[in-house]
Each structure stands twice: as structure tokens, then as C-alpha cells.
């Protein structure tokens, strides 16, 4: 499950999330990657977007830079067994249905809504908010995602959405959108390396020709496919 902290948009403190140790990949967006065994995100108060982060390197040392140059954090454990990678799922279409109801959830209307504008299945967007956040706009990750469906900075700004606008659910589902309709034009509405795209980076997938072996991702995967009833 992921684990989300809360964060209090008002408080004037300097915010401290810290990462648990382990095996890690941070991309920036410049393509560089670091393997690094430890990091930290600091808040500055209301400062969304402001925020630096401190990466601990696996060789030893540190980087500190600014959480807006990170694309994503992912897991680096490898899974034995192989990941799906099936083009095409019974049962689920990309693309939003003409009359198609709003998912019974919490702001069903709004993936309705954005769904509809980008021609997006919204129980897709659904799905997605469920498995990142729980439907929580508020939710920020220790790696520094926030809102419902858990965007980077560096990837709300790539799909002309602030920073400091990802706590707002209209566009934080907004930048989701445009992310995953450029992902599945990427890979050909093959729905387990949109997946993959999304939760570990296009490159992630270019890499391994396919879902990246990460454990991370695999586990991300199915607890979509469960909400889709897939």
C-alpha cells in the first residue's frame, strides 16, 4: 500500500519526510539517474513546488537539488517472476463511452468530467486515484507526489500544470489526464506499459521493452487491475 502523510497547507514550519533505506532509482529530468539508498524531501511552509530534496547515494555522499529537476523515485528490488505485459484486457477500453456513468466514487463527476474532455475511460482515472492517494487531494508521498493521483512537480509542470496547483482535484486530475493520453499514444493503448509508464517512467518500460521487473510496479499493476475489476 502506498503510505501518504498529510500535510497542513498553513503550517509555516519547515516539513521533513524521510524515506525508508532501501534499493532506489532517482530519474531527473534531465535524464541523469542516481541509485541512492536514502532520501529526503523538505517543505518550506506553503512553498508547494519550492521544495529540495536530498539524496542519499548508494556509493556514499549525498546530492541535494531541487525536487522539481526529480521526474520519479522508483523501486529498484527486481521481481523473480515476469511482469504482465498483455496488449490488449478483456472487458476495459481506454476510451470514454458515449452515455458512460460517473464511477461511484469520491469525485466520480470530476473523472467524469475530465474523461469526457479527453475522450478517457473515467473508471480509469478512478482506479488510478484509488491505488495513488485513496481519493485523498491532500495526500503527499515521501517521495514528494502529491495530490489525488500522486504527479511529481516535474510532471504536473511537463503537462502545463503548477506545482503548486497539485492539491486542487480539478488539475491534478487534469495533468493525469494529459499524462496518460500521451502515454497511451506511447504505447499503443497497451494497457500494462501505460500502467508501468505511469507508476516508473516511459523510460522505465523503453529500458526493459516492457513492464520493468520493479516490485513496486508489478504490485501497482494488479492493485489497478483489481480496481477495474480486471
Given at each position: 500500500?502506498?503510505v501518504?502523510v498529510?500535510?497542513?497547507?498553513?503550517?509555516?514550519?519547515l516539513?521533513a519526510?524521510?524515506a525508508?533505506?532501501?534499493?532506489?532509482?532517482?530519474i531527473?529530468?534531465?535524464?541523469?539517474r542516481?541509485k541512492?539508498t536514502?532520501?529526503?524531501?523538505q517543505?518550506?511552509?506553503?512553498a508547494?513546488?519550492?521544495?529540495?530534496?536530498?539524496?542519499?547515494?548508494?556509493?556514499?555522499?549525498?546530492?541535494?537539488?531541487?525536487l522539481?529537476?526529480?521526474?520519479?523515485i522508483?523501486?529498484?528490488e527486481?521481481?523473480e517472476?515476469p511482469?504482465?505485459?498483455?496488449p490488449?484486457?478483456?472487458?476495459?477500453?481506454?476510451?470514454?463511452?458515449?452515455?458512460?456513468?460517473?464511477?461511484?466514487?469520491?469525485?466520480?463527476?470530476?473523472?467524469?468530467?475530465?474523461?469526457?474532455?479527453h475522450?478517457?475511460?473515467?473508471d480509469?482515472?478512478?482506479?488510478?486515484?484509488?491505488?495513488?492517494?485513496?481519493y485523498d487531494?491532500?495526500?503527499?508521498?515521501?517521495?514528494?507526489?502529491?495530490g489525488?493521483?500522486q504527479?511529481?512537480?516535474?510532471?504536473?509542470?511537463r503537462f502545463?500544470?503548477?506545482?503548486?496547483?497539485?492539491?486542487d482535484?480539478a488539475?491534478?486530475?487534469?495533468?493525469?489526464?494529459r499524462?496518460?493520453?500521451?502515454?497511451?499514444?506511447r504505447?499503443?493503448?497497451?494497457?500494462?506499459?501505460?500502467?508501468?509508464?505511469?507508476?516508473?517512467?516511459?523510460?522505465?518500460v523503453d529500458?526493459?521493452?516492457?513492464?520493468?521487473?520493479?516490485?513496486?510496479t508489478?504490485?501497482?499493476?494488479?492493485?489497478?487491475?483489481?480496481?477495474?475489476?480486471?
Amino acid at each position: 500500500m502506498r503510505v501518504v502523510v498529510r500535510v497542513a497547507l498553513a503550517a509555516s514550519v519547515l516539513l521533513a519526510v524521510a524515506a525508508a533505506a532501501g534499493a532506489e532509482l532517482a530519474i531527473l529530468t534531465n535524464g541523469h539517474r542516481y541509485k541512492v539508498t536514502d532520501w529526503e524531501v523538505q517543505h518550506r511552509g506553503e512553498a508547494v513546488g519550492d521544495e529540495r530534496i536530498r539524496l542519499t547515494l548508494e556509493g556514499g555522499g549525498t546530492v541535494t537539488l531541487p525536487l522539481i529537476q526529480v521526474e520519479r523515485i522508483v523501486d529498484d528490488e527486481i521481481v523473480e517472476e515476469p511482469p504482465p505485459d498483455s496488449p490488449v484486457e478483456p472487458g476495459f477500453t481506454f476510451d470514454y463511452r458515449s452515455g458512460q456513468a460517473a464511477p461511484a466514487t469520491p469525485y466520480g463527476e470530476l473523472f467524469l468530467q475530465v474523461g469526457r474532455e479527453h475522450e478517457l475511460n473515467p473508471d480509469l482515472l478512478a482506479a488510478l486515484a484509488r491505488a495513488e492517494s485513496n481519493y485523498d487531494p491532500a495526500a503527499v508521498s515521501s517521495k514528494g507526489a502529491r495530490g489525488l493521483l500522486q504527479l511529481m512537480p516535474a510532471t504536473a509542470e511537463r503537462f502545463g500544470v503548477s506545482p503548486r496547483e497539485l492539491h486542487d482535484p480539478a488539475r491534478n486530475v487534469l495533468a493525469a489526464a494529459r499524462y496518460l493520453t500521451w502515454l497511451r499514444r506511447r504505447f499503443e493503448d497497451d494497457l500494462p506499459r501505460v500502467l508501468a509508464g505511469y507508476n516508473a517512467g516511459e523510460g522505465a518500460v523503453d529500458a526493459h521493452d516492457g513492464v520493468p521487473p520493479y516490485r513496486e510496479t508489478v504490485t501497482f499493476i494488479g492493485r489497478v487491475y483489481g480496481f477495474l475489476g480486471l
